[in-house]
């Protein structure tokens, strides 16, 4: 069946309650307020991002350090490897007790990847943040509180998806991720009223789903 | 539920409702049944073989799991039904006219009366009483009476060929034998009536007995000496299960005519008859290997 939801295995939450300031520093993170950090790897990179944003909600956390690996999980470097490394860094070691638990919550119940062609081949993410948080506005540009379609998919699909979102829905593109990236997927933010994302986060799945199924129709 | 999972499955359902059914995932291919699917049976141990080759009782059937073998179930239904039609069957009324015997009746009027009533199985009614008064010869030393009992397949089978028998081993110990009598819904006791109506000596009723599995041909033999009414099981010697099976007919007579010569000569029977003095050699021989009749083919054997 077409877009089920694939949702994401947490491969490794682990929390440093006295993180070493040299290596706070390397990561991104300021010493002097982050001296407690929280480590997290994940087998899906997009989702793990939405999460990240959404546990800065939930804590007065910042998300120091997130990036993708090249190739992806399916490539991974090892069995904890996953597709993603996330860094929370904190002033103590509570607030990241309470932006993990978030972070998975997140994970399990909202963001995750769907499968586009029912042999999980091709997948998609269509993901509507209704409210950002503080990560993902500062990544974008927007304000906290503001709505954002966050729309990930392979390289034609996704061209192909972003064009029916713009169309559908009165939304405008704050980021457009063209491929390659590291896990040679291509992404889109857009941003409008939440009734725009949706619509538009709508269409973007319905058309990734059409070219998963006839890829040669001209 | 997330609100983007909602999207998302609400779009699925907008996809698949304009979409043809997926076809059905095809089926796993069905293993073929092993070959042998019974356990071994006990009946081939050869303990169990051994034990079953001296009894026709169920011995040694075997099970299939928890629950008989099929053919062991076909065998036990078959031969309960062999039992229950033996029950039903009736003496036919010309019978005894037919194979030289006086026919008399117990007070009983039909069959299930006969079931219900044993009382009124074990008296002669008024017709009955007169007939044996009018034609049987009177004071003979053993008075044989043939009957249905609780079989009259058994007694229309083998009850002629046992009163032949008889009679000749009585006449060949110098004992007279009265007129034969066939007796229809007769229980043991109608002896008693017949016998000291006669005035015998010896009264002997050979009857159809209590089917068993598969034994609905069984007969039975009751002897006593000085018969009256009001005669117990006590004052009785008898001799079961005479048929192929069991104890074979000329068997029986000869045994039956011992009995009765011995109750002359001590002029007493049941209890107070002492069997030692039966002067029967070779009673105490091992009795033959019974064989269980089959009354269900096997089509296949199971190894």
Known sequence: MILEPIVPTVLSVRRLPHADPALVRAYGGDPARHTAL?????????????????????????????????AGAAHASGRLSGEILGVFGAADPESIDQALDAFVRCLAHDACFYDADGKRTVTVFPHVIASLGEYL??????????PMAYLVAPPIEATIGLDAALKAAEVRAVRVM????????????????????????????????????????? | ????????????????????????????????????????????????????????????????????ATDVVLQFQAELAVAHAAVDALLPEEWAAANGFVGVKSRVSDHREFLLRPDLGRRLDDASLATVRGKCTRHPDVQVIVADGLSAVACTGSGKALYDAVARACAARGLSVGTPVAARFARVWLEDEIGQEVGAKVAMILLGERPGLGTGDGLSAYVVYDPRVGRTDGDRNMISNIHARGIPIEEAAARLAALAAAMIEQKTSGVALDLARLGMTGERMPRAPQVRQKLVEKTGEAR
């Open chain 2, 1 to 68: 539920m997330s609100r983007t999972r909602q999207l998302i499955a609400a779009l699925r359902d907008a996809l698949g409702s304009s979409e043809p059914l997926a076809p059905a995932p095809p089926l796993p291919e069905i293993p073929a049944p092993p070959a042998r699917v019974y356990t071994p049976r006990p009946e081939r141990r050869p303990f169990a073989a051994e034990a079953a080759r001296h009894t026709t009782a169920l011995l040694g059937i075997g099970h299939v799991g928890t629950r008989y």
């Open chain 1, 38 to 70: 929280g480590l997290v790897t994940v087998d899906q990179d997009d989702p793990t991002y939405v999460a990240l944003d959404e546990a800065t909600k939930h804590a007065p956390v910042d998300v120091i350090f997130a990036h993708s690996f090249y």
């Open chain 1, 137 to 146: 506005s500062k990544e974008a540009g927007l304000a906290p509180g503001e």
């Open chain 1, 178 to 218: 063209t491929p390659p990236t590291e896990t040679n997927f291509a992404c889109a933010w857009l941003t409008g009223t939440l009734d725009e994302c949706e619509a538009a986060a709508v269409a973007y799945a319905a058309a990734v789903v059409d070219v998963a199924a006839s890829p040669r129709a001209r």
